[in-house]
């Protein structure tokens, strides 16, 4: 049964650096088939690509993130991070995990989400 379980801290004081694990179970984050996907939702706003990755490639960013961002995996424990440096309150938001599934590289729509994890930026 696919899971994607996300991990955060809760809570972050600006200038940290925030990072959030997602665990997956039920299938592997080397499958060549989909792309692993972070997106954030801060309150009252709406959802915001942060950046993928896949088996095989190098991670994508949204360039207006990209500076703060680092997405990696670890394929042994079947895990993939999020790392946001530079935090700032408008940072604060639910992180999701998202499997997204892609044909010949190109991605064609989420078809699994997280429950995702509420991050707080705050001194």
């Known amino acids: 049964q696919l899971q994607l379980q996300e991990s955060g801290p809760g809570l972050v004081k600006p200038s940290e650096t925030l990072i959030v694990t997602c665990r997956v179970s039920g299938d592997s984050i080397t499958t060549p088939s989909y792309w692993w996907t972070w997106i954030r939702q801060p309150p009252g706003k709406g959802l915001q690509w942060m950046g993928a990755i896949r088996f095989g490639g190098s991670p994508f960013y949204s360039p207006s993130l990209k500076s703060r961002t680092s997405i990696s995996r670890d394929t042994a424990k079947n895990e993939l991070t999020l790392q946001l440096s530079s935090v700032t309150p408008e940072d604060t938001a639910v992180y999701y995990c998202?499997?997204?599934?892609?044909?010949?590289?190109?991605?064609?729509?989420?078809?699994?989400w997280g429950q995702g994890t509420q991050v707080t930026v705050s001194s």
């Open positions: 998202v499997r997204t599934r892609e044909i010949n590289y190109a991605p064609i729509g989420y078809d699994f």
